[in-house]
C-alpha cells in the first residue's frame, strides 16, 4: 500500500457515492481517502518524513507538549 499512514496504517476505502443512489438504483463506486500529510518523525535521533494522517499528526503534536 503506497497511500497508507505510516504511525496507524489507516488506508484508502471503497464505497458508493451517496448522489448516485436515486431511483435507478445504479450505484456508482468511489474510493475514500484519507488526509495524509508530510510530517517529521524522530525515531534513534535521526529524522524522516513519512505520510501521516491528521489524527496521528495531532496526536504527535500533543505528547510534545
Known sequence: MARACAICGKASIGGFNPQSSGMNR???HRRYLPNLQQTTLVK???????LACTRCRRTLTKNAR
Request: hydrophobic letters at 30%; zero cysteines.
Open 44 to 50: 534513534n535521533g535521526s529524522t524522516e518524513k513519512v
Open 26 to 28: 445504479v450505484r456508482a
